[in-house]
């Protein structure tokens, strides 16, 4: 049976914890506010954007170019997987980990090769211990990041897209529900799709005008669309984490305050 000097030293390591819970939590509350302004304000020109072009990818010719285009048979396709750098965020790395090894067993199963692009240490991490091939590699860009980290993470999934490296590129990233959920979302970024049904009909009434001619308009254009598209799984994945980690925190504090009551009563 434990000691009353063992039971104080528990007691004691316990609020040590707790007190690290605590700070975790505050700066994750901190981080989080800036995270959620960001995506939330960049969140609706990222969907119009996406909405836009979805329904334009419907309208022109897709020799028009390379990113309408869609190659078969589909031999190898390339994913973005978006992870955190960091644990103590609950289930945050692991849903996106599980959610890609669904998505690659699924493409394997059809006898489709995928190449990953890890965005955060963990989903590197987890995938170089299983020798899985791997395109690109980023980490330590959650901290501080701005627009030119996903401008260089879009430049090198187009770049194997158009080099015929892969047919197509999906991108992993979690969606901010509310404070408590985080799903994460599988998107196609290549070839441009078009959009859903009753999107389209809720866009037919559109009618794009291109000027200057529209090759040389898409060819500035479309790029640009990849950019944003990533930028906001960043801005999305962000939020995400920071909220899975306070929440992951306050649930912590929650437990050492209950050992502490348990611990106290024993002693």
């Not at 869609?70 to 692991?94: H, I, Q």
């Not at 330590?140 to 401008?151: E, G, I, T």
């Not at 049904?197 to 009618?207: D, I, K, L």
Request: with cysteine.
């Amino acid at each position: 049976m434990a000691t009353l000097r063992d039971i104080r030293n528990k007691i004691s390591a316990v609020k040590k914890t707790q007190q690290i819970t605590k700070a975790m939590n505050m700066v994750s509350a901190a981080k989080l506010r800036g995270a959620q302004q960001r995506m939330e304000g960049f969140r609706p020109y990222a969907q119009a954007f996406s909405l836009m072009l979805g329904n334009m990818a419907g309208r022109v010719e897709p020799d028009s170019h390379p990113f309408f285009q869609k190659t078969e048979p589909v031999t190898k396709v390339g994913l973005v997987l978006m992870t955190a750098d960091r644990g103590l965020c609950g289930s945050f790395n692991v849903n996106l980990i599980n959610t890609a090894v669904k998505f690659m067993r699924e493409k394997e199963a059809q006898g489709i090769e995928v190449a990953l692009v890890c965005v955060g240490r963990k989903g590197r991490d987890f995938f170089r211990r299983r020798k899985v091939e791997m395109l690109a590699q980023y980490v330590d860009v959650w901290n501080k990041f701005d627009f030119s980290n996903a401008v260089v993470v879009a430049r090198d999934i187009m770049s194997a897209f158009t080099a015929g490296e892969v047919q197509e590129v999906h991108l992993i990233h979690a969606t901010f529900i509310n404070m408590a959920i985080q799903r994460p979302r599988l998107v196609q970024l290549l070839p441009i799709q078009q959009v859903e049904a009753e999107e389209a009909e809720a866009a037919s009434t559109m009618e794009y005008l291109f000027e200057p001619p529209m090759e040389q308009f898409l060819e500035f254009l479309l790029p640009k669309y990849i950019n944003v598209q990533v930028y906001h799984g960043f801005l999305e994945n962000s939020a995400s984490e920071h909220a899975a980690r306070m929440t992951a925190m306050d649930n912590a504090q929650s437990n050492c305050k209950e050992m502490i009551t348990q611990l106290t009563l024993v002693m």
